[in-house]
């Protein structure tokens, strides 16, 4: 475990709590055994190590802010930067991704990474980020199939859009909704057979509460109200929620307040 430990601290060191990241260990083998036999299992032995990566409303706040003005003055300007960098955050975590790949080598070589959108050639998920949070007791993972009611048609049919599956909901015991599941690390080559990983804490425990919560998620999750189901100690910030509120397009110009010399009006 001693080499493992070296692993997690080197990854808790270049993704820290104060720039808004969680490292989460687990076994591939829990992972596996949660989702079977089948597309989602991966080819490694039981006791392969892997780290699960989270961010925080801090990850947004701090660290995301900071590379927002470092790309700034690298484009000379803000617009510049909005003009080069068409999508802010997944270029921020590329960086942070990059920067922990090369300290990484100094501890371990041979690893490999999955992120929340990568996908197989069939377009279907290469890992079930949820099941991984729920596995390694980050967060709780609520299924839909696990809080239906005997005699009662539920989720109501009708209300989703074409193709659309009523999905399940994560919840964090500090931050709620208010995290994100960013990555997945795989070692190969490190064991860890005596780990045993830590078992999530359930944040709500009303079954009505918790089809609410799924409701809420499913049918009205642009509200973002999904988030505070489970009374979250921290929260996004606004200008955060008006970050991923808006579309795609249109985010960089929420952020001109930190570089316009009115960040002080920006919670």
């Not at 990850?59 to 003055?73: G, I, L």
């Not at 009205?220 to 921290?234: E, L, V």
């Not at 200008?239 to 570089?259: K, Y």
Request: net charge negative; aromatic share 12%.
């Amino acid at each position: 475990m001693s080499h493992a430990q070296a692993i997690k601290h080197a990854v808790d060191q270049q993704l820290s709590s104060r720039d808004g990241f969680e490292s989460h260990m687990f076994r591939i083998g829990a992972y596996n055994s949660a989702v079977g036999d089948g597309p989602f299992a991966l080819p490694y032995d039981d006791s392969t190590m892997a780290l699960l990566i989270l961010s925080t409303p801090d990850m947004f706040d701090v660290a995301f802010r900071k590379w927002v003005v470092q790309k700034t003055m690298e484009f000379g300007s803000f617009d510049q930067a909005g003009e080069l960098v068409s999508s802010p955050i997944q270029s921020f975590l590329e960086d942070r991704l990059e920067a922990l790949s090369e300290k990484l080598q100094e501890v371990e070589e041979n690893f490999e990474i999955l992120h929340d959108y990568s996908m197989t050639p069939q377009r279907r998920p290469k890992i079930l980020m949820q099941t991984c949070g729920h596995v390694a007791g980050a967060a709780f993972y609520y299924q839909p199939r696990h809080f239906e009611e005997q005699g009662v048609a539920w989720p109501p049919s009708g209300r989703m859009g074409p193709n659309l599956k009523f999905i399940g909901l994560s919840l964090h015991p500090t931050f709620g909704g208010h995290f994100a599941f960013r990555s997945v690390l795989i070692f190969p080559n490190v064991q860890i057979p005596e780990y045993r990983e830590s078992v999530p804490r359930p944040i709500l425990s009303d079954p009505t509460e918790v089809r609410n919560a799924l409701e809420k998620f499913n049918y009205n999750w642009k509200d973002s109200g999904f988030r505070d189901f489970g009374n979250p100690t921290r929260r996004y910030s606004t200008t955060q929620m008006e970050f991923f509120g808006r579309p795609v397009a249109e985010r960089w110009e929420v952020l001109r307040p930190w570089i316009d010399g009115r960040a002080k009006d920006i919670d």
